[in-house]
């Protein structure tokens, strides 16, 4: 997958390892197989990914038999925003297309929690909605999902009350699917 889009930029590696600040030896041993970029910390797969201007999920999917949990995709995604800016986050959202491409994998979460945040960094920021999604704009997961932190809040407590209090406070953009968020920008 590398070397393709490589190829398809007219990149070398010398100029993906410059440019991306991956070491050089390290991108030769991913493009020899020496190396599993699977296996490659998250920064260097970030940094690769950035590069070739494709999202993290889509450099390493080749090579994964499965999703990342989901967790891990929410965020990847808001380091992304925070990285990236609002503005370029929305063009490089619109340009890769991963919410139509996870849509239609059949990878709801990620692709609405995507759309989410599209929607989010848009309205915050008074830009009209990218038309191309009203379709999925009407779709709704079945199931809330709630982060991990609150699951865990109500099992220690035996209670709903954490719930409760999230689905209070979530973002709308991001309830209309039925994903309960409330913190998208204050990520480390």
């Not at 020899?32 to 950035?50: F, I």
């Not at 915050?124 to 997961?141: G, H, Q, S, T």
Request: hydrophobic share 35%; with cysteine; net charge negative.
């Amino acid at each position: 997958m590398i070397q393709e889009l490589m190829r398809q930029k007219g990149m070398t590696m010398y100029r993906l390892s410059k440019n991306s600040g991956v070491p050089y030896t390290t991108v030769n041993d991913i493009c020899s197989g020496r190396a599993q970029l699977e296996k490659c910390s998250a920064e260097t797969v970030y940094r690769l990914s950035r590069e070739l201007g494709v999202s993290m999920e889509m450099l390493l999917e080749p090579r994964l038999n499965s999703r990342i949990h989901f967790e891990l995709y929410k965020s990847n995604v808001c380091h992304r925003v925070k990285e990236l800016g609002d503005i370029d986050f929305i063009i490089n959202t619109l340009e890769q297309d991963d919410i139509r491409s996870y849509f239609n994998k059949k990878w709801y979460p990620e692709s609405l929690y995507l759309l989410a945040m599209l929607d989010y960094i848009s309205r915050v920021n008074d830009i009209p909605l990218c038309e191309e999604y009203d379709d999925l704009r009407r779709c709704r997961l079945q199931e809330a999902i709630y982060p991990s932190g609150i699951l865990s809040l109500d099992a220690a407590s035996n209670t709903t009350e954490a719930k409760e209090q999230a689905q209070k406070s979530a973002i709308p953009e991001f309830l209309r699917f039925n994903i309960v968020e409330s913190e998208v920008r204050d990520v480390v």
